[in-house]
């Protein structure tokens, strides 16, 4: 079975900066397309990145675009997310998700979400 474990997430300052990273296990990892999504208390879920299989092919949501870089080592079965200059609106749980297929597209489905790990910013 699949199990994706979120780590990295702490309390920081505004203007900080925190390494999420997600471990995969249960299947060929570089076979699939990986994203981060966060999700505040009573809201809605929302896409912050993606990467594909091989790492060759990116997106980013405009809200973290220049100031998040999602990466992945395949020899590692791992998923990062680098958040520079946060900001209190960066606050969230963020989830890792493993896509169903190598690439990336605007719409997708997802087999797999790890528990989420929190990241609080400080004003």
């Known amino acids: 079975q699949v199990q994706l474990v979120e780590s990295g997430g702490g309390l920081v300052q505004a203007g900080g900066s925190l390494r999420l990273s997600c471990a995969a296990s249960g299947r060929i990892f570089s076979n699939y397309a990986m994203d981060w999504f966060r999700q505040a208390p009573g809201k809605e879920r929302e896409f912050v990145a993606s990467i594909s299989g091989s790492g060759g092919s990116i997106i980013y949501a405009d809200s973290v675009k220049g100031r998040f870089t999602i990466s992945r080592d395949n020899a590692k079965d791992t998923l990062y997310l680098r958040m520079n200059s946060l900001k209190p609106e960066d606050t969230a749980v963020y989830y890792c998700?493993?896509?169903?297929?190598?690439?990336?597209?605007?719409?997708?489905?997802?087999?797999?979400w790890g528990q989420g790990t929190q990241v609080t910013v400080s004003s």
């Open positions: 998700a493993q896509r169903s297929t190598s690439y990336v597209s605007r719409t997708a489905n997802y087999d797999y």
